[in-house]
């Protein structure tokens, strides 16, 4: 390239710039072409873009921020059903009150790890409500409350039923 005349030389060098310039653009193009197709696709795939519109980035990444947030949502929601079905099987197995545990703050945080999925589950629930009765009487099964109050009965030496037809017939008189 020394040997050509200067003008040839900074033709060259222009040229060669320009191409660079092309090839740049021409990948910047093609990524840009490759992640709207990609997108195009996966709102496809998803049901949320139509074959005849083209698929908005930002409108997709909304709708699957929307969608993941949910899906995470219901999934606690069944760990949640899921646990409450669990103690309510072994509360009864192990003599504790299902109800009354479920109502118990400190037995909810007790077991709010837990994964119902996990093979130690059932072991792990079986332990935390045999604590939570042994820290709280009140949690066990089977208890009947204590009697309160009294026998209100008719009154001293009276009955308060006729003792025969004459004295319901006078009654139901008014008599």
Known sequence: MKSLPDWAQKALADARAE???????AKANAATEARNA???????????VQDDKPADPAELTRTITTQTSRIAELEATARTQS???????????LGANAAALLDSRAFL????????GATDFTT???AAITTAVEQNQQLRGGQ???RGGGDFAGGPGTTGRPTSLGQAVAAGLGG
Do not use: N
């Open 144 to 146: 009947v409350p204590r």
């Open 19 to 25: 191409a660079g310039k092309e090839r740049t653009t």
């Open 83 to 93: 646990v409450e079905l669990a103690v309510h099987g072994a509360a009864t197995r």
């Open 109 to 116: 945080t007790s077991v709010e790890g837990l994964d119902p």
């Open 38 to 48: 990609l997108a195009q696709e996966i709102g496809r795939a998803l049901g949320l």
């Open 124 to 126: 792990k629930l079986d």
